[in-house]
């Protein structure tokens, strides 16, 4: 079970940096449609990007979920806890480097992307592999933690509050 898990993690990684890499141009190869634009990047901003990292990590979740036949104990915990290391690791590279320089670089939003994929799948692995069977509120916790955040998502791409988090930087809007 260890192996089979160590590999589906190591496929999700690669998958979701795939992914999540093609999809930060979905919205706009898919000429702005609103459907597209709640699972991908609208704009540039901080927090549009974070959908990168989320949603390929989401949708390889539930398609792991159903490999596993819910074998795997404290799951949803995992997850969440990964994704969340995830975006708090592009957060934090992010403005601490164009604090530390001034601006933005591409190069190191992409590696940071990159850094953060491998965070979300290393933190996962670490819970999965270490866990004893959870009480069942925490897993219930977890999974509605997850779907919060894509409700999050979907409101604040649509709706998003007029901070420097959601704003874009090369247009200066907000959201769609």
């Not at 992914?19 to 927090?47: D, K, M, Q, R």
């Not at 949708?59 to 036949?69: N, R």
């Not at 069977?133 to 649509?158: I, N, P």
Request: proline fraction near 3%; include cysteine.
């Amino acid at each position: 079970m260890q192996k089979k898990l160590f590999i589906s993690e190591l496929a999700g990684f690669a998958l979701c940096c795939v992914i999540g890499t093609l999809a930060h141009f979905f919205y706009e190869w898919s000429g702005g449609l609103f459907i597209v634009g709640l699972f991908c990047p609208v704009n540039e901003s901080v927090w549009e990007h974070l959908k990168l990292v989320f949603f390929p990590y989401l949708i390889f979740s539930v398609a792991q979920l159903l490999a596993f036949k819910g074998r795997l104990t404290r799951f949803f915990m995992s997850k969440a806890l990964g994704v969340s290391a995830g975006m708090f690791l592009i957060l934090v590279i992010h403005y601490t480097y164009s604090g530390a320089i001034g601006g933005s670089s591409t190069a190191a939003d992409i590696a940071s992307f990159y850094a953060a994929v491998g965070a979300a799948f290393f933190v996962s692995h670490t819970v999965l592999r270490n866990s004893r069977r959870g009480k069942a509120g925490e897993e219930l916790a977890a999974a509605v933690y997850l779907f919060f955040l894509c409700a999050v998502f979907f409101v604040f791409t649509a709706a998003p509050p007029l901070i420097p988090l959601f704003r874009d930087p090369v247009t200066g809007t907000y959201g769609i």
